[in-house]
């Protein structure tokens, strides 16, 4: 059999299992894994290297304006080309609904603003603010066109749908078999702390994550699990930041509600320290839930050991520190009037592989489920998610050993700040492919405008019971040993 493409020699990791293997590629899928295979018009050695499935960004903020109107740095084609850098293969952004915005102008718009773009095969998850009749009406038409998750928030004024609405939503999700994604934060605690502390005069950046205790979101988690357990949906909690959260999750995965979750890079990275930065630095850390604090940080990573959380994401939410991003409501804005929101979307998998898998934290079988193959199964990604015969030719080769200091150039994104610079990482991608299109190499952009595919996804899979484990490949007896040319 002669493949267009044949990597050869490297570490193939699965959710599973590691071990060395050569891939043969034709059309843009996986066509053979076996021990060795000859030929290969084009042949990559990846020799002394790990081969992954490609990153799968679930969370991400690309081309959308936050409810307050401020349009996020990065549109489809710096969104993606950053996420490619950081051995990313797909990505699914938002189509946010704003109030008053019919569901079919919020999708065109979307369509508008990514196919002309993105570098990367992309989704979107439908964000719904205003759940009117007339919208609800239409959601059955967008799981029809492959959009199976949506997103809603408990927090923030102009997003809030209050629990009556959040139960309209997972009601209609769980006829459709899609999943309701939530930002889960009780509003009302924080619009009472940001009165407290405005009434005292208490607005530098650091109020932020006071304003937003633990509480705030472990209350929120607790109610959203609840009201999606009164009418039996699926449901996945975002950017889970507390202990108190995550132990609220891996309580009701073990009782079997079908409930997924993920946390971010930032609450591992970062801690409130950082919101008290001189000057008006601070406001680079100011993203919703907050910061917390080291004890924190240790407590997640024990829930990404133990299997809480389905993925790590980057909740990419990218505002410059200027007056297009944090400071549209001036340069000394109260925390308040402060654009939410970090950049990430390129160091998600180089921090979680350095501080993960280098640092003996988490495996590399985690480090696949937690960056791919989990997104591809709770998202509905077919395809996608492991490298197995069959799926989309969606790869990521590694270097382990590369030592790289976190630069903003490096970034590739249109920010003015890295949350990550300076960090010292260990372990990077040097080679990204979306089916089978190389799109990054050796630090060089390979692919074009527009080259990626809007993906239609699956309904959510509730049939297994939910936690990682679940989520597993018996893929080594399905490889051949030896295929000739
Ligand atoms: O602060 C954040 N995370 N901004 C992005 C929007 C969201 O809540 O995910
Ligand atoms: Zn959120
Ligand atoms: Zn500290
Ligand atoms: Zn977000």
């Given amino acids: 059999m002669q493949f267009e493409t044949v990597i050869h020699d490297g570490t193939v990791v699965t959710p599973s299992e590691t071990f060395k293997a050569d891939i043969g590629i034709n059309g843009g899928v996986i066509a053979a894994v076996a021990e060795r295979i000859a030929g290969g018009e084009r042949r990559i050695d990846a020799g002394g290297r790990l081969v992954m499935p490609g990153g799968i960004e679930g969370h991400c903020h690309i081309a959308q304006e936050s409810s307050s109107g401020v349009m996020a740095a990065d549109d489809y084609y710096s969104g993606s080309v950053s996420a490619a850098f950081g051995g990313n293969s797909t990505f699914i952004p938002f189509a946010a609904q704003h109030r008053g915005q019919s569901i079919a102008d919020v999708i065109a718009t979307y369509d508008g603003r990514a196919a002309p773009n993105s570098v990367l095969d992309y989704s979107y998850h439908l964000i719904i603010s205003d759940p009117s009749p007339a919208v609800l009406e239409e959601l059955p038409g967008v799981f029809a066109r492959g959009i199976t998750s949506f997103k809603v928030f408990m927090t923030y004024d102009l997003m809030n749908i209050g629990d009556a609405g959040m139960l309209d939503i997972l009601t209609i999700a769980k006829t459709h078999g899609a999943l309701t994604m939530v930002h889960a934060e009780n509003n009302e605690m924080v619009k009472w702390m940001n009165r407290r502390f405005a009434a005292a005069g208490l607005t530098e950046p650091k109020y932020h994550a006071l304003s937003r205790p633990e509480l705030a979101e472990e209350e929120a988690i607790h109610r959203a699990v609840s009201l999606a357990k009164l009418v039996d949906a699926a449901l996945f909690i975002v950017h889970v930041s507390t202990r108190g959260g995550a132990e609220i999750v891996r309580r009701e995965k073990l009782a079997g509600t079908k409930l997924f979750a993920e946390t971010c890079p930032q609450y591992l990275a970062l801690t409130r320290d950082d919101l008290d930065r001189p000057g008006m630095e601070g406001a680079k ?5 907050p910061l917390r604090d080291h004890a924190t940080q240790e ?4 829930h ?7 993925s790590v994401s980057s909740d990419h939410a990218p505002y410059r520190a200027d007056a297009t991003g944090k400071f549209m409501n001036g340069a000394d804005a109260p925390y308040p009037k402060i654009a939410n929101g970090m950049p990430g979307i390129a160091m998600r998998l180089p921090y979680l592989f350095s501080e993960g898998v280098a640092k003996g934290r988490i495996t590399l079988g985690d480090f696949v489920r937690l960056s791919s193959t989990n997104a591809a199964r709770v ?13 989309d030719a969606d790869i ?3 270097n382990p050993d590369e030592k790289r200091t976190v630069t903003l150039e490096a970034q590739h994104d249109n920010m003015d700040y890295s949350p990550f610079e300076g960090m010292e990482i260990t372990g990077w991608p040097e080679l990204v492919m979306n089916h089978g299109r190389t799109v990054v190499e050796k630090g060089e952009l390979k692919a074009g405008r527009g080259d990626g595919r ?20 018996e893929v080594a007896a399905r490889y051949g040993k030896e295929i000739a040319p």
Avoid: N
């Avoid at 407590?299 to 024990?302: A, D, E, H, R």
């Fill in 285 to 289: 850390y100011i993203c919703s839930p």
């Fill in 299 to 302: 407590g997640l990573w024990q």
């Fill in 304 to 310: 990404i050991r133990a299997g809480t959380f389905e």
């Fill in 379 to 391: 998202f509905g990604l077919d395809r996608k998610g492991a490298i197995v015969p069959g799926f």
């Fill in 396 to 398: 990521a080769i590694w």
């Fill in 454 to 473: 809007f993906i239609a996804r699956k309904p959510v899979d509730t049939g297994a019971m939910p936690g990682h484990r679940a989520v597993e490949f």
